[in-house]
């Protein structure tokens, strides 16, 4: 029950039962409510100040989140500079040397990081250290990435040049192993059927009429006649790159003018016509319109089967083209 409260009544000298009217129970009401909603502040007020609101609290995390998202980023980061670092040390010292390409100087394959008002948008913020060295970190690798792409395809199209060089280059013999060399590239006293002293620019190799004789590179068929100068029938093949070879004495032609020929392609048949002294092939190498010695350009190390391997894959790259 609610206490009851009494007043001495002065004229009657009795108590009597106090009822308060009520504007000032509505006014004790009002102080009441306004002093629970200032305690209640109050409250709010210190909770928030040691332990922050929900909604900082989800903001707080959330960022130690995204720091940590930072630091796991700029260590992927350091390990693509690594990664950058080695393939630019592969590159200066093994594929560009490889192709006779001048390495790529450090403070170029390093790039450049820009001017200094280049971050300016991010100073002033919260963890702009932070943002500002992630920044940096990975325009530097885009730097260094376009460099070594472009070193990349610099490559790539000079060891495609050098494959299509070395494909046409006249490194293989012109006939089977088993037949030895004859007379090589030297000065003869007398020739053995003009009698008079002249150069032989050409090496021998003698043979039995209608041996296959195969072109020791890739290039296009310059030439497949007579020209009655000695050499009777002869083949001559463009390899670009400066080089021409001759081969002389020919009983027949399995190729024409203008015919493109790989390494290994039956391209005629050994005789003797022209001037000579018997069953053979005169064959020449001539380098920027020089004579060379074709020696210089043979190699004695291959079995017949491996001569023969090479011949099959000419044959069948030929056949899948």
């Known amino acids: 029950m609610p206490k009851r409260k009494y007043i001495l009544d002065s004229s009657t000298l009795q108590f009597l039962q106090h009822r308060p009217a009520w504007t000032d129970r509505l006014l004790r009401a009002s102080i009441g409510f306004g002093i629970s ?18 909604k900082e609290k989800m903001l707080a995390d959330k960022l130690e989140e995204t720091k940590l998202e930072f630091a796991l980023l700029e260590h992927r980061m350091d390990n693509a500079s690594v990664m950058l670092k080695d393939l630019r040390s592969t590159d200066n010292s093994t594929y560009r040397p490889i192709l006779d390409l001048e390495s790529i100087p450090e403070n170029m394959s390093q790039g450049g990081s820009g001017g200094t008002d280049k971050y300016s948008n991010l100073t002033g913020l919260d963890n702009s250290d932070m943002l500002i060295s992630a920044a940096t970190k990975f325009n530097n690798i885009k730097t260094q990435t376009n460099i070594q792409y472009n070193s990349f395809k610099e490559l790539t199209a000079d060891a495609a040049d050098w494959k299509r060089m070395w494909e046409n280059l006249p ?3 012109p006939v089977d192993v088993v037949y030895r060399m004859g007379d090589g590239y030297h000065f003869r006293e007398k020739h053995p059927v003009l009698g008079t002293p002249r150069w032989h620019f050409g090496q021998d190799f003698p043979c039995p009429p209608g041996t296959k004789v195969y072109a020791t590179g890739g290039g296009t068929v310059k030439f497949a006649a007579s ?3 000695g050499y009777g029938k002869k083949i001559i093949i463009d390899h670009e790159y400066g080089y021409q070879t001759l081969y002389g004495h020919l009983s027949g032609f399995n190729v024409k003018p203008g015919q493109k020929v790989k390494r290994g392609d039956l391209i005629g ?3 003797t016509t022209g001037i000579s002294s018997g069953p053979h092939l ?5 380098l920027y319109g020089e004579h060379v010695n074709p020696l210089s350009y043979i190699t004695n190390d291959l079995t017949e089967e491996d001569y023969f391997k090479i011949i099959g894959v000419a044959i069948n790259s030929s056949e899948k083209n």
């Open 171 to 173: 490194y293989f013999r």
């Open 37 to 54: 909603i200032l305690v209640a502040v109050v409250y709010i007020f210190i909770f928030n100040r040691l332990f922050g609101s929900p």
């Open 269 to 271: 048949y050994s005789g």
């Open 282 to 286: 005169h064959y020449q190498i001539d």
């Open 227 to 229: 020209e009655g100068d």
